[in-house]
């Protein structure tokens, strides 16, 4: 099916060569005179999740969101899940110097949150300011343990491709739109852990394509991955995405360490059932109520404390020279930016004005 597109958001490709040959697809809104505003999608998802935000930001911004490489219309190119996110960073960077862009506001939901916490790590003279929406843990997802990121087994078990649900993966494969009771339908994944019920979008069929755009496989979503002496009994392999996520690639609590530090803006809901301290996506919290076999128990693979986590990088940054501010919103899942898109996008605005030089205001 195809997407439609609201009132004053443009779709083109932008065809890449040399070193990061790809053809990216991408969206804007505004003027390209405004002060840019990048927006990067969270998995199985693409840059249409960003519309209504993008339409709302004040004119004198320039919006831009790329849909990362095996989402959306950009070319499914293979994910290198060794160098963690650095091929999303690397395929951004890329597009920003095309598009001559000398600095931007990085605004990362989810999975793009880690995107943009890696971005801000490797190219930091490149971000003005940064915006986490419901974002990853610094220490990835699944297989850590305490507000430090200990990992629960040196093989980074529980973590990477072999933690998600089959079933979905089959479902995701099949194109499958339809209504109906199994939780794996991606119609139900989208309605129930995107956002929080009984809450629906009105492009909920917008959402639904992104969604099954998604590219499917060992090198793209969710990965491949490897057998484990430890319990859940996977360990992450060395393709695609979920992998590209596991603490045992993934690590961005160096942040606390750069300078300048440029300021950051941590956005997400308070019911979200995706990114949160009791993740139904976490499979140590699946043990933990019984719906995977033989969870060996809080002192050996305890739920990840995603929240904890983000909490205690972010709480070192300040103390260490830079600016963090939390902002919760009440009665919203895992997409502030589509349940409560006019709060969310004043935030963002207040925050993007406070950093942005005084000849610009």
């Given amino acids: 099916m195809a997407m439609s597109n609201l009132e004053g958001v443009h779709s083109g490709f932008v065809q890449l060569e040399g070193a990061r040959r790809i053809r990216f697809h991408v969206l804007t809104a505004g003027e390209p005179t405004g002060e840019p505003v990048a927006f990067i999608h969270g998995n199985a998802s693409s840059a249409t999740f960003w519309q209504e935000a993008m339409v709302c930001l004040p004119s004198r911004f320039w919006s831009i969101a790329p849909d990362l490489r095996g989402y959306g219309l950009t070319e499914p190119l293979a994910v290198d899940a060794t160098r963690g996110v650095r091929d999303w960073c690397d395929d951004l960077h890329a597009l920003f110097e095309f598009m001559n862009l000398e600095r931007v506001h990085l605004v990362g939901w989810s999975m793009g949150g880690g995107v943009s916490l890696q971005y801000l790590l490797d190219y930091p003279e490149m971000v003005a300011s940064l ?28 973590s990477g491709a072999g933690g998600v649900n089959p079933e979905f993966v089959v479902q995701m494969k099949a194109q499958n739109r339809e209504s109906g009771e199994s939780p794996m339908l991606p119609r139900n994944v989208l309605n129930f852990t995107y956002w929080k019920p009984p809450f629906r979008a009105a492009r909920e069929e917008d959402f639904l394509t992104s969604l099954l755009q998604t590219a499917i496989g060992d090198y793209n979503y969710p990965g491949d991955w490897a057998p484990s002496p430890n319990w859940p009994g996977f360990a992450p392999g060395p393709h695609g995405v979920l992998n590209a996520f596991s603490p045992k690639y993934f690590n961005a609590a160096g942040i606390v360490s750069l300078d300048p530090k440029p300021p950051i803006l941590w956005i997400r809901g308070a019911d979200d059932q995706l990114v949160s301290d009791t993740s139904l996506w976490d499979i140590a919290y699946l043990g933990k109520l019984g719906l995977v076999p033989g969870w060996p128990g809080d002192d050996v693979c305890p739920p990840q404390p995603m929240l904890a986590q983000t909490r205690a990088v972010l709480d070192q940054y300040r103390l260490k020279g830079g600016s963090c501010r939390e902002v919760v919103f009440a009665n919203c899942g895992h997409s502030p930016h589509v349940e409560k898109t006019d709060e969310f996008v004043k935030v963002l605005t207040e925050h993007i004005d406070a950093c942005r030089p005084k000849a610009h205001q």
Avoid: K, N
């Avoid at 915006?131 to 529980?158: I, K, M, N, Q, W």
């Fill in 131 to 158: 915006t986490l929406v419901s974002t990853v843990s610094p220490y990835g997802f699944s297989g850590t343990r305490g507000a430090d990121g200990e990992p629960c087994f040196p093989d980074h078990a529980g």
